[in-house]
């Protein structure tokens, strides 16, 4: 099959670079890359098992309300901080 096609800049150089290490023609060398990401691309992926953390029992809470940060502030560096 005979087709055009449009290289990146960093693919183009790749390909030089694997043309002098293998030695080789630079259809052999596209067809060799082609052929193994092809490959990898369409094998299947391998499951993973779900990540999970475990829970940590902190205690009950001390302040009465976190929503006031001045009084957590408070409670925390023993009235200090008023």
């Known amino acids: 099959m005979r087709t055009t096609l449009s290289l990146d800049d960093d693919v183009a150089a790749l390909l030089r670079r694997a043309r002098k290490v293998r030695k080789g023609s630079l259809k052999s ?9 092809l490959k990898e691309l369409l094998a299947p ?38």
Do not use: H
């Open 29 to 37: 060398v596209v067809n060799d890359a082609m052929r193994q990401g």
């Open 45 to 82: 992926k391998p499951r993973r098992a779900p990540f999970k953390t475990k829970p940590l029992a902190l205690g009950r809470c001390l302040v009465g309300s976190l929503d006031d940060v001045a009084e957590v502030l408070a409670t925390a560096e023993d009235e200090a901080f008023r």
